[in-house]
């Protein structure tokens, strides 16, 4: 069982800038694939960015060039650096984990930005 703990949204004008962080109970090394998915208000959750075991990323193209998924392997962290952010970013973010056998969703951060 993998529980992961998301940290790092709150309030921010557009434009700026947020970090989000998602620390993981095990090591990543132990995850296949790390990701980022967000849910705006009446719409469905969404791919952000995805990293791999092997630093490989991925990223939804209209966020690419905005958006930086990264990980450190201690203390188990997976980070989305989130710049020029605008209101359509205003969503809850979600950290997802896919091992061989299963997947695990955090609780989400939220994120709102102010036109």
């Known amino acids: 069982q993998v529980q992961l703990v998301e940290s790092g949204g709150g309030l921010v004008q557009a434009g700026g800038s947020l970090r989000l962080s998602c620390v993981a109970s095990?090591?990543?090394?132990?995850?296949?694939?790390m990701s980022w998915y967000r849910q705006a208000p009446g719409k469905q959750r969404e791919l952000v960015a995805t990293?791999?075991?092997?630093?490989?990323?991925n990223y939804a193209d209209s966020l690419k060039g905005r958006f930086t998924i990264s990980r450190v392997n201690a203390p188990n962290t997976v980070y989305l650096q989130m710049a020029s952010l605008k209101p359509e970013d205003t969503a809850v973010y979600y950290c997802?984990?896919?091992?061989?056998?299963?997947?695990?969703w955090g609780q989400g951060t939220q994120v709102i930005v102010s036109s």
């Open positions: 997802n984990a896919v091992t061989w056998s299963s997947q695990y």
């Open positions: 095990e090591s990543i090394f132990n995850i296949v694939t």
């Open positions: 990293i791999t075991s092997g630093g490989s990323t």
